[in-house]
């Protein structure tokens, strides 16, 4: 057992004084709860993204475009299960529980990953809006994370991400630089997407959230959320392309974007696996899941090496 601590007061002064909680330490079990149930729905979500992206390894155009998915798709559920290590090793599920809650429909992953992604276009704006966003919230994390063996693999995932979102901007400056049919396309895709990318972020932070006061995220969501749009407006219409938000305001003084009303209730149908593509995403994944039953049965059949027995 590594550090113990005599009360909440006296664990929250050592997360104020920059103090990081290793997988040993004797945490609260409230902090060990809320940061399980940040870093499960991260994986999930890296998991679901994956498949995402795997769903368009056939139909990607040219063979450039289809080795960046297939990297992409390696990427994405490497993430995932190096997460579900770190969740696993908090003793509350173990990886195997994790998996199978996510299948069946007991835990969450993030709103975009409820959508389909239907033309190559809704691709473009997947990596050139959402893993922008998915991008800013894991720096947010990673900045003043408290959790060690979470904010370690973050570092990892961020390089890697940070790479998907630039794989994202080249993509999204060649359809700018492309035919009227290919703009059309993408105009298209960006009025489907702005909006689930712009509520990743999720509804304004609460005052008491556990997770700002722990040290788990250093931003608000509200300020993570306008700092992307007031990046991602200017540059999508500096390219002739337009945001699908009819209540979006510019401040000439300041030259800042602010972003009209947001309406959260496709965030919260998509919670509650209700999204437009929820049924299906879940299905095809239990299915993956039930077909490769027997792989995970000879593994767990499997006499354990001898020691000191090369392979």
């Known amino acids: 057992m590594g550090r113990t601590w005599t009360s909440m007061d006296d664990f929250e002064a050592f997360l104020d004084g920059g103090g990081i909680v290793e997988v040993d330490d004797d945490m609260p079990d409230a902090y060990r709860q809320a940061v399980f149930a940040f870093i499960e729905m991260h994986a999930n979500s890296e998991l679901m993204g994956g498949l995402t992206e795997r769903d368009w390894i056939p139909r990607t155009p040219g063979l450039r475009h289809k080795m960046a998915v297939l990297a992409k798709t390696q ?3 490497g993430h995932a299960h190096l997460l579900y290590m770190v969740g696993a090793d908090m003793d509350i599920k173990t990886r195997r529980e994790i998996i199978e809650d996510l299948f069946a429909g007991r835990s969450k992953f993030h709103n975009v990953f409820h959508y389909q992604a239907k033309t190559w276009g809704d691709q473009v704006a ?13 720096q947010a994390v990673f900045k003043n994370c408290s959790y060690g063996p979470y904010r370690r693999i973050l570092k990892r995932i961020i390089s890697e991400e940070g790479f998907h979102m630039r794989m ?44 700002l006061r722990w040290h788990i995220k250093s931003e608000r969501n509200e300020v993570l959320r306008a700092r992307w749009v007031q990046k991602f407006v200017p540059l999508l219409m500096s390219y002739g392309f337009s945001v699908p938000d009819p209540g979006l305001t510019h401040d000439p003084a300041t030259d800042s974007w602010t972003s009209g009303p947001i309406d959260w209730e496709p965030l919260k149908r998509t919670l509650a696996m209700g999204g437009p593509d929820s049924a299906r995403r879940i299905a095809d994944a239990a ?7 027997w792989v995970r049965r000879v593994l767990d059949n499997a006499p354990a090496r001898a020691a000191g027995v090369a392979a």
């Not at 299915?287 to 039953?293: I, L, R, S, V």
């Open 75 to 77: 990427d994405e559920i």
């Open 126 to 138: 997947i990596s050139f809006l959402v893993d922008a966003a998915a991008l800013a919230s894991q």
């Open 168 to 211: 994202g901007e080249e993509r999204m400056l060649r359809i700018a630089d492309g035919t009227e049919v290919q703009r059309t396309m993408f105009q298209q895709s960006l009025d489907d997407w702005w909006w689930p990318s712009l509520q990743l972020f999720g509804p304004d932070s609460k005052p008491g959230d556990v997770l």
């Open 287 to 293: 299915a993956n899941w039930a077909d490769t039953h």
